[in-house]
Structures are given as C-alpha cells and as structure tokens.
C-alpha cells in the first residue's frame, strides 16, 4: 500500500523558516514526479511546487517563487519543501503529492495519483 506521510509543519513567525518532509513508500520512486499542494478552509487545493521524476526540472507557484525550494532524495525516497520568508497568507495544510509512474504533471491537483494526509503550517503575524 502507497503511502506518503508529512512531517516538519509547526508554528512560526512571519520572517521565519519551516522544512517539510514527505516519506513515500513508493517502488521506484525516482520515476514519480513529487509535489506540494496547501489548502485552506473553504478554498481548493493550490499548487505549490512541483519536482519532475529524475528532478531535473522544478516549478513554483508565483506566491512562492523566490521563498520556497523544493528538493528530492530518491535514495531515501523523501522529497522536502524548504520554506523561508514565511508570511501569514502561507498557513495552509500543505499536502505531499505524487504523480502516475514515469508521467509528467502539472499544477493541477487532479493530475496526482497519491496523497498525504497533510501537515498544518501556521505562520503569526
């Protein structure tokens, strides 16, 4: 059974940083494009970054370009979203997602094959 758990969301103050982590038990992982989606109540998914399989390209949402870089380890299957120069509108659950085997996606939270449960990033004024 595939699964992907998050860790590393917390509190922090506006200015601060905050690296998330997400653990997939995915067979052959480096084939699967790794991504990073928020959400708040009442609101859809949003992409946030996104890391093709073999991680020779990377994405970013506009909000976060700049802020925030995502990376992968694919001989620890881990991908992490290092968040720097948080602001308060960044407090999300933010999402770990995973792509079909060997495909390329995009910033569309339907294009993902496999979730997270979600870690709670909240970021003070």
């Known amino acids: 059974q595939v699964q992907l758990a998050e860790s590393g969301g917390g509190l922090a103050q506006a200015g601060g940083s905050l690296r998330l982590s997400c653990a997939a038990s995915?067979?052959?992982?480096?084939?699967?494009?790794m991504a990073w989606f928020r959400q708040t109540p009442g609101k859809e998914r949003e992409f946030v970054a996104l890391?093709?399989?073999?991680?020779?390209?990377?994405m970013y949402a506009d909000s976060v370009k700049g802020r925030f870089t995502i990376s992968r380890d694919n001989a620890k299957n881990t991908v992490a979203l290092e968040m720097n120069s948080l602001k308060p509108e960044d407090t999300a659950v933010y999402y770990c997602?995973?792509?079909?085997?060997?495909?390329?996606?995009?910033?569309?939270?339907?294009?993902?094959?496999?979730w997270g449960q979600g870690t709670q990033v909240t970021v003070s004024s």
């Open positions: 995915l067979r052959s992982f480096s084939m699967y494009a």
């Open positions: 997602a995973a792509g079909p085997l060997g495909h390329m996606v995009g910033r569309d939270f339907g294009d993902y094959e496999y």
């Open positions: 890391t093709s399989w073999g991680g020779g390209t990377t």
